[in-house]
């Protein structure tokens, strides 16, 4: 027979106290987490597709306060220009590339969610520095991300809009102080943005890259109105055979047979060329679209009056955030979080603290 426990009122009251206690010093004593993983170079990246394992769990529910690196929050950025190492305070770090990664005339809640992906991109940095920043964190230039100090920044702008662009870049970046992306309790190690969709982002393996689980392919919709959302490039035959050839110099490829030398092998979910196949070699559509000048993978072509012409849609890899996107998010009322989380599949924004 069952039998049923009723509580009495003080057995209840001392019931509900004693699992307050027990959340209470729970939280006390759980420890922040202390980062464990070995960040990869996105250059070493394209090139490693079993690092990361691709088998993993749904995110934890569990809150987590604080993700803590083992460094102080100056940042050393190599100056490519002048071959130089300076030591920049993290925030104003932050601000001098939001400044030249988006437009400042883009919605307040997308250099939001700018910030937010500049800052962790930076922290992964931290763990695993740049290789062609010459010993400091990270580089200045687009192999990581552009920055420039704000007196050079100010100078890229019209006078009359200096003072009003660098003040929404400072509200988006203090506004987020400290936030960074993670996933599954550790940090973001490839919080990777580009400019410009074409109607959605691309899956991370998709591009011979890991199988990151949250870098997936999502809808971004409405970036018709981007300048590069449409684009296309045309050359001559021939100058499309003797391009082909400095990377293939044994090609068969020539006028005569370049009708039926040309075969698109796969496209991804997103509409993006895979492969493609060019008088027999087999080519990944990252590294063809390099080879050509194409602003994105994502391309068709056709052959006519001796000419191929290559149009596009998108601009830029297509993994992970797009910024064109993110603003139109933000124009449609949507929040920072909502843009982080819409981009990057599973992800929780995590404050970042540093030990030393």
Known sequence: MNRRYKLNLNEGIKFLLFTTICIVVFMIIM????????????????????????????????????????????????????NKIVDVPLEEYICGVISNEMPATFELEALKAQAVAARTYLASKKIKNCVKANGADICDSVHCQVYTSKEVRLEL??????????????EAVESTKGQVMSYQNELVLYPQFFSTSSGMTENSVDLYWADIPY??????????????????????????IN?????????????????SSINVISKSEAGGVKEIQVAGETIRGQDFRFLYGLNSSNFTYEINDGNIIFKCKGYGHGVGMSQWGANVMAKEGKTYNEIIKHYYTGVEITNLRFSE
């Open 31 to 82: 420890p922040s987490i202390l980062i464990k993983s070995e960040g990869i170079n996105l250059d070493e990246l394209s090139e490693v597709t079993k690092e990361i394992e691709a088998e993993i769990t749904q995110p934890t529910t569990i809150e987590v306060k604080d993700i803590i690196l083992n460094d102080s929050e100056m940042v050393s950025v190599y100056i490519t220009s002048q």
């Open 157 to 170: 702008w019209q006078e009359s809009d200096r003072e009003k662009n660098w003040n929404k870049i400072v």
């Open 215 to 240: 870098l997936k392919s999502v809808e971004s919709t409405g970036e018709e109105i981007a300048p590069k959302f449409e684009s296309e490039v045309s050359m001559t035959i021939n100058e499309f």
């Open 243 to 259: 391009k082909f050839e400095e990377s293939y110099p044994q090609s068969s490829l020539n006028a005569s047979n370049i009708e």
